[in-house]
């Protein structure tokens, strides 16, 4: 079945960095869009950013363009979220999606978050 594990989490300062990493099993890792989304207390979980399956291209939230960078290793059936510049709205448990369907965009995974596989998630927190 499929798993995904996350790692990475911790807390920074604003202005810093963090690397979430999340590790992949359980299918033919490069056949799907994979996303990372965040849930903040209090609020809905939100789409991040996510990568299109094989080579596929990035795509962004507003909040973060500029900031993250999202990329995949299909040799190590990982994916990565490089943050830069934190901010304090940052603060949030990130998880980690793999689309249901193969072959697709992120964009057309994000558009179906409901079947998306997730991780177990990894708390982020940044201290203002």
Do not use: H
Not at 91 to 101: G, I, L
Not at 115 to 127: E, F, L, M, R, S
């Amino acid at each position: 079945q499929v798993q995904l594990v996350e790692s990475g989490g911790g807390l920074v300062q604003a202005g810093g960095s963090l690397r979430l990493s999340c590790a992949a099993s359980g299918r033919t890792f490069n056949w799907y869009a994979m996303g990372w989304f965040r849930q903040a207390p209090g609020k809905e979980r939100e789409f991040v950013a996510g990568i299109g399956w094989n080579d596929g291209r990035p795509y962004y939230a507003d909040s973060v363009k500029g900031r993250f960078t999202i990329s995949r290793d299909n040799a190590k059936n990982t994916m990565n979220l490089q943050m830069n510049s934190l901010k304090s709205e940052d603060t949030a448990v990130y998880y980690c999606a793999q689309d249901s369907r193969a072959f697709r965009t992120a964009q057309a995974m994000v558009q179906e978050i409901r079947d998306v596989y997730w991780g177990q998630g990894t708390q982020v927190t940044v201290a203002s």
